[in-house]
């Protein structure tokens, strides 16, 4: 064996026994047990030293070694991946929300790079990019032969740089495109208001290290406008790509006081782990309804699901994305990292959601309200000589203070409606009851 092909051998061998450091769990350690594992990892070296030796041009050993590790990830899911330095890095910044690109989640889904959702407020969402539409070139160059990582890369850049896309859409009879500029994306996942007086609106547009602390004093700010008193509250998940498991199980403890959240099933006995609501800090009671699409992904069927199955939240909207998968990013020594998929999660009624994401208990679509000009009709009051009512002044019915574009959403609209019903079903009750 030469000494490249050595080296090379015994650097994979003590790799495969020495267990790298993994933030939170931890891998499998044990080593190969048979021969066959051996001679493969020998077949690896063998090409790997033909090439570096024969190839018609010196290539990097390092740049043929990462290309390796690409290829074996490529063989598992969408959603491995390798991380260069640079990569690392920029994965580090997005989980501490803020990094410079357009403000998509991208997925491979057969080999084509997908947008799960656009990120609310930045360019990419500016632009019209919606979820599923599919990127076909970034600055006229094809990403066929990308993975989704590389794609990535792509897209982020400098705050004021150009970029531009080259999209696939369902429905539309040709390729569109998109000018964008990068921006420095400052994501703030945590958004709400009242909209009137004891109905609240939150929004979760990704879960980063941050959510669970902003949603808490959210709703803390939310409750003190209404005096205690909230008698529904909407929380929007649509088109929240997902993001970090523990800020979804720590969302989900707002809403719950006990119960079981989510569980996670893996080869490894660290993968296995079950995540259980606390009564510390627990929201009121208030009527819940989550809003849900297509683009809610990963964490965001997590709370979804938790608060579904233990009966604290009506879903309103659409089926979600259906990402069932636990992903551990694991350091390595050259500050390159491995995103590896290591565990399926289960919802608390043992519902695995992957690949057929989580249908809502009352199916309302995302269409474009179509402006309609308004008859214009008599009323009594219309009416030449008519007296007025007897009696005590009508009561003032408050108006939901919506923005325009809110006023639009008609899953948003069919929500706010829910809630009100559900509030009146209550007091007809308590009447009845009295």
Not at 126 to 153: F, H, P, W, Y
């Amino acid at each position: 064996m030469s000494i490249l092909r050595t080296l090379i051998f015994w650097l994979f061998f003590l790799g495969l026994l020495i267990p790298p450091f993994v933030s939170g769990e931890q891998q499998d350690n044990s080593a190969p047990n048979s021969d066959s594992a051996y001679e493969d990892i020998e077949l690896f070296t063998d090409v790997l030293a033909i090439i570096h030796r024969g190839y018609v041009e010196e290539v990097d050993i390092r740049d043929l070694i990462y290309g390796g590790i690409r290829g074996m990830l490529a063989e598992l899911d969408p959603h491995s991946s390798f991380l260069t330095p640079d990569l690392y890095e920029e994965m580090q910044a997005d989980t501490h929300g803020e990094f410079g690109g357009i403000g998509i989640e991208v997925t491979l889904t057969e080999g084509a790079l997908t947008v799960v959702s656009p990120i609310e407020g930045t360019p990419a969402e500016r632009a019209g990019m919606r979820a599923r539409d599919t990127i076909v070139r970034i600055d006229g160059k094809s990403i066929q032969d990308l993975n989704l990582m590389e794609a990535v890369r792509m897209m982020r850049g400098a705050s004021g740089e150009k970029i531009s896309l080259q999209v696939r859409r369902e429905g539309a009879d040709k390729l569109l495109d998109f000018e964008l500029v990068r921006e420095v994306i400052q994501t703030h996942s945590v958004s709400g208001r009242t909209l009137e007086t004891g109905y609240a609106y939150t929004r979760i547009s990704q879960f980063q290290e941050r959510t669970a602390r902003e949603l808490q004093d959210l709703l803390s700010r939310l409750r003190l406008e209404n005096r205690d008193a909230l008698k529904g509250l909407i929380l929007d998940l649509r088109n929240n790509p997902g993001g970090l498991l523990d800020q979804a199980v720590a969302v989900s403890d707002l809403f719950l006081d006990q119960g079981l959240i989510v569980y996670t099933e893996g080869r490894d006995a660290s993968s296995q782990l079950r995540f259980q609501a606390s009564s510390e800090g627990t929201e009121p009671g208030y009527p819940l309804i989550i809003l849900i699409n297509e683009g809610s992904a990963s964490a965001s069927e997590i709370v979804a699901g938790a608060l579904h199955d233990q009966g604290r939240a009506l879903l309103l909207g659409e089926r979600t994305f259906g990402k069932g998968s636990v992903q551990t990013v694991i350091p390595l020594s050259d500050n390159s990292g491995l995103r590896l998929t290591t565990a399926r999660y289960f919802t608390p009624n043992g519902t695995s959601i992957q690949a057929r994401g989580i249908a809502p208990d009352i199916e309302v679509p995302d269409i474009d309200l179509p402006e309609t000009k308004r008859k214009s009709h008599y009323r009594e009051k219309d009416l030449n000589n008519h007296f007025e009512a007897a009696g005590d002044k009508m009561p003032s019915i408050e108006q939901p203070q919506l923005e325009p574009q809110e006023r639009d959403d008609f899953q948003l609209m069919r929500a706010l409606d829910l809630l009100k019903g559900l509030e009146y079903l209550q007091l007809s009750n308590s009447s009845r009851a009295s």
